[in-house]
């Protein structure tokens, strides 16, 4: 479950200017469970106003071709502000249509966890409702088909003005339609927990099974594998040695299999030497569903 954050009655409206002014100017650390909850009091405040955020987004649509411009989200994501250090953006959260209802096996959503904290509020509509659990990614290794234990919270819904901080790798859910539809606010501090991956879990049996964020970073990575790009090799050495995500080690030891087929057996030895578990089940993963580096594994 998300932590609810009790906030005393505020009916003070900020403009996303001053929001964004008092997140920088009070020196939030945002990386910081507290300094975040802290900061609550301001979202608040932005959550009162109920026009910044048509102002902002027909502001956008004037000048058209800049619309959303810098957004790589879905279309029910709009990015309001983003810094270095953190993002602000809204959520837009539709009801279930008729058609939709009819779809066989149709799902709304995954269950899931987040690489990061979002500092949420309610701001318009009746919220969406999710089914929440808890897991401890400390006790876990993250490996697809691993089962970890997820300790059911209930059913949390984000009615308007309710804040709350879902906490990364650690708040995990699975959203429900609203009734109607309905808008939140996030406020999304880049924090360290962005270099491990997101999760989707079996609901029922809490078994990981799929990693949910591919990055560009990912694609590059892989397309360098796939093109065979020797020119490649180096930074491809130096992210399986020193990139901070186990995926990003992974994929790049992957694509050094595919491009130098004849170093295969001192890959393989240098990855099982100093590589922890999770990069290793990921390469051997990669490997067993692309079928690249057969011959190498079934010899090694
Ligand atoms: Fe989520």
Redo the contacts with the bound molecule.
Sequence with gaps: MPLEIALPDDHERFSLQDYIECLEEEGYDLSDHDDLIASAKHLKKLGNNKDFLIDRVFAELKKSLQFQETNIYAPEVLLLHTTNSYFIRANIWKPVTKVELQVPGYRY?VC?D?NFDILTIGYLGPGYRSRAYTYDSAACEGMLGETVNLTSEGVFTLTEGKVAL?RAKRDV?I?LPPERLSVSINLIPKGDARNQAQLQFDESSGRICRYLNFSGAEAAVRLAGLLESRECLEGLVRIATQHPSAKMRALALVSQLSIAPESADTIWADMNTAQPLLVRHIVEAEVAQYGACMRTISSG
């Design positions: 959503d899931h987040h879902y859910h959203q």
